[in-house]
């Protein structure tokens, strides 16, 4: 027994040197960017205003484009949020204005999907981020047992096969999941005793996007009902809607095309 934590130990320290820095074995870690990122927001930002967001966002501003720019995806959004701002005002104390840059579509994502471990469990969950898993999202992952090994080093890199979460729920109508709103609230609350103002931005949605899910409406039905309107008072009146051509198959992301050409006249548009 002995032996064997030795070499779970040993391992972990190889482990967790190999993502000390960017190198020949991190970089092979597709999630390492979002581990850079949460270790980053732990220091001094240069701003008073910290940017987060979905992958779209990301397009429009891909990794280390600022140092206060933090974006990452839809499927970790709802909690990172909360955690980014919250390691932020420890070491930014100056922070004044926390914006989510995010298409609506973000908000309905939920933590049982294919991707969660990928993406979330892999990057963020370990030693330094273990205060801000709170029962609720402990309970979630315990669902799949092997899931807690993924807060090791030495597991996070062995080149086995994701763990899936998504069992039999399937991610429906675009309303705001009890996952983002469970973080949502947290970060609101956290935001509002720190004077700190919490803003939500639209990234550009397709055309089919809007008709699929009906503009929304089902979305800011849902917001009221959870007493979320104060967050999105201007957010649906300011999304620019463009041709489904400027979008790849999924109708979400740019083409690598058109976000080359038109780049900055988005960015112009969003104005953050």
Same mark, same amino acid.
């Given at each position: ?5 030795? *070499?779970?130990?040993?391992? %972990? *320290?190889?482990?967790?040197?190999? *993502? ?32 987060? #967001? ?19 995806? =839809? ?74 090994? #993924? ?33 949502? =609230?947290?970060?609101? +609350?956290?935001?509002?005793?720190? #004077?700190?103002? *919490? ?7 397709? %055309? !089919? ?7 929304? +409406?089902?979305?800011? =039905? ?33 083409? %690598? ?14 104005? !953050?």
């Amino acid at each position: 027994m002995i032996n064997i934590i030795i *070499l779970l130990l040993i391992l %972990e *320290l190889l482990a967790t040197w190999m *993502l000390s820095s960017y190198n020949y074995f991190s970089k092979k870690q597709k999630w390492y960017w979002a581990y850079v990122y949460d270790r980053q927001i732990e220091n001094d930002i240069g701003s008073d205003t910290l940017v987060l #967001g979905c992958s779209v966002s990301n397009q429009l501003f891909p990794f280390m484009a600022k140092k206060n720019y933090k974006t990452t995806s =839809a499927v970790d959004l709802a909690a990172t949020s909360y955690f980014f701002t919250s390691k932020a005002i420890q070491s930014n104390p100056n922070l004044k204005t926390v914006i989510i840059l995010t298409i609506p579509q973000s908000m309905s994502y939920i933590f049982e999907n294919s991707y969660t471990y990928n993406i979330f469990i892999k990057p963020f969950f370990n030693y330094r981020n273990i205060k801000y898993f709170d029962s609720y999202l402990l309970k979630k992952i315990l669902r799949r047992p092997l899931g807690f090994l #993924g807060f090791f080093n030495f597991y996070k890199v062995l080149p086995i096969d994701d763990i899936s979460y998504q069992f039999d729920q399937i991610q429906g109508d675009c309303k705001m999941s009890e996952f983002y709103a469970h973080y949502l =609230a947290k970060l609101w +609350d956290l935001t509002n005793n720190k #004077g700190i103002k *919490l803003i939500f931005t639209p990234c550009p949605v397709s %055309e !089919i996007s809007m008709k699929q899910y009906h503009y929304f +409406d089902p979305l800011k =039905a849902n917001i009221s009902e959870r007493g979320f309107s104060p967050l999105f008072t201007d957010y649906f009146n300011k999304i620019n809607t463009l041709p489904d051509t400027c979008f790849i198959k999924d109708r979400i992301h740019f083409t %690598e095309k058109y976000l080359k050409n038109h780049r900055s006249e988005i960015l112009t548009k969003i104005k !953050i």
